[in-house]
């Protein structure tokens, strides 16, 4: 599921893979493999990815959100 939530982040932002790679410092080719299933995503790309987009940590992670503490996903309506 956290797959899933990744590449709506990706959609959404309008981002590729190369932008996570920059903005995780997380290499491109781990974001490619993750992202194809031809690896496991780790704990630490879950973090770095809530580091990089913190307004999405809650959701990316757990699928939850709290608006009302800036918590959202990206395809919500809120800023």
């Known amino acids: 599921m956290v797959i899933i939530r990744i ?4 959609k959404a932002k309008q ?3 190369d932008d996570l790679a920059t903005k995780t410092n997380i290499a491109y080719s781990r974001w490619a493999n993750v992202l194809s299933g031809k690896a496991k995503l780790r704990h630490a ?3 770095a990815l809530g580091n990089a987009y913190p307004e999405h940590k809650l959701w ?3 699928g939850d959100t709290l608006p009302q503490v800036g ?3 990206p ?5």
Do not use: G, I, M, R
């Open 15 to 17: 981002l590729k893979v």
């Open 71 to 73: 918590q959202v996903s």
């Open 75 to 79: 395809d919500s309506n809120h800023p």
């Open 60 to 62: 990316l992670a757990y």
């Open 45 to 47: 790309e879950v973090e």
């Open 7 to 10: 590449k709506t982040l990706l």
